[in-house]
């Protein structure tokens, strides 16, 4: 990974999440049906997810105020970080999190013990940012994106938010909240 050209550094990251993903989905034959891709209501679980993303992407660039992704704020770098964001991030995380971990948890100890397992996982694997604050976040983020989909069985909802929220944290506030916050100073 050492050698990898940064800008490619999530998409061959999240392609091996991924490909254990499928792996662990065929070998244990589960259905991406079962798992949560589904088309009914997914436009309306898509916009839920954009809904709660934006305000949950605003609180974490609070906690963390991370460095732009890219130099400059200009549409073919938004576009790479939306595609990675969903494509690769969004897809891959809440395929692991919330449609194997979550139903393997689930099937084994129950629903409400699956979500604070899941939870707490998803936390722990965000320890990267250094962050205790951070881990306290995505741990209460992984809980709703839990939640969110054991009530709509639907990973849509899901991957919408997280993917939204990132691209919100990365790729659009550390361009725009230094004005924002410029007004109200």
């Not at 964001?85 to 139903?103: P, Q, S, Y």
């Not at 639907?154 to 939204?164: E, K």
């Amino acid at each position: 990974m050492f050698f990898i050209n940064q800008q490619y550094l999530i998409p061959a990251v999240y392609s091996v999440i991924l490909a254990l993903c499928f792996w662990h989905m065929n070998e244990h034959s589960i259905d991406v049906r079962k798992l949560g891709f589904v088309k009914e209501k997914a436009l309306k679980y898509a916009f839920m997810g954009l809904l709660f993303a934006i305000p949950s992407g605003f609180l974490e660039y609070i906690i963390l105020t991370p460095n732009p992704s890219s130099p400059f704020f200009e549409a073919k770098y938004l576009l790479r970080d939306t595609i990675y964001m969903v494509f690769f991030v969004g897809l891959a995380e809440e395929m692991l999190f919330r449609g194997l971990i979550f139903n393997d948890l689930k099937r084994i100890f129950g629903w409400k013990s699956a979500l604070l397992g899941q939870g707490l996982i998803f936390g722990i694997m965000h320890m990267t940012w250094r962050s205790p604050l951070e881990i306290a976040f995505t741990f209460a983020a992984g809980l709703f994106l839990g939640y969110f989909y054991y009530r709509t069985k639907s990973l849509v909802g899901p991957i919408s938010m997280h993917a939204v929220n990132n691209i919100m944290l990365v790729s659009i506030l550390p361009y725009l909240y230094p004005s924002i916050a410029g007004w109200f100073l």
